[in-house]
């Protein structure tokens, strides 16, 4: 009776573990070499990504400003219109004040004007 522990043939063994370390290496360098492929690729896409994101920061800060600048402009032409209605408001008040008879006047005809234009308007 042959012993379990005993080879069938002689160096068969030793042949079986030389192949099972080869294995072993190849295996662990294939898995190093996709873990630096993987590592490549992340550092690649952390990179982009970093790129993109300061463009984005870029690209809200340039935005930010000209609706600032926008917004700036918008005031001060409201403003500027608001100051002109005013000015117009008051000129038209001192006239009114100096003139009374010739504003009411005024007044008259152009209220008659503007009753002529839109019964014109009504009429097919």
């Given at each position: ?26 295996t662990s360098?294939?898995v190093?070499r ?33 609706a ?57």
């Amino acid at each position: 009776m042959t012993n379990s522990t005993e080879p069938v043939r002689p160096g068969l063994d030793e042949r079986i573990d030389q192949r099972a370390e080869r294995v072993k290496h190849a295996t662990s360098a294939a898995v190093e070499r996709t873990k630096e492929a993987i590592e490549r690729a992340a550092e690649a896409f952390e990179e982009k990504a970093h790129a993109g994101t300061d463009a984005t920061a870029r690209v809200s800060k340039r935005v930010a400003a000209q609706a600032g600048a926008a917004r700036e402009r918008g005031s001060e032409a409201l403003d500027e219109a608001v100051a002109k209605a005013q000015g117009a408001l008051d000129h038209v008040r001192g006239y009114v004040r100096e003139k009374p008879m010739q504003s009411l006047a005024i007044a008259v005809a152009g209220g008659w004007l503007v009753g002529q234009l839109l019964r014109r308007r009504a009429k097919p």
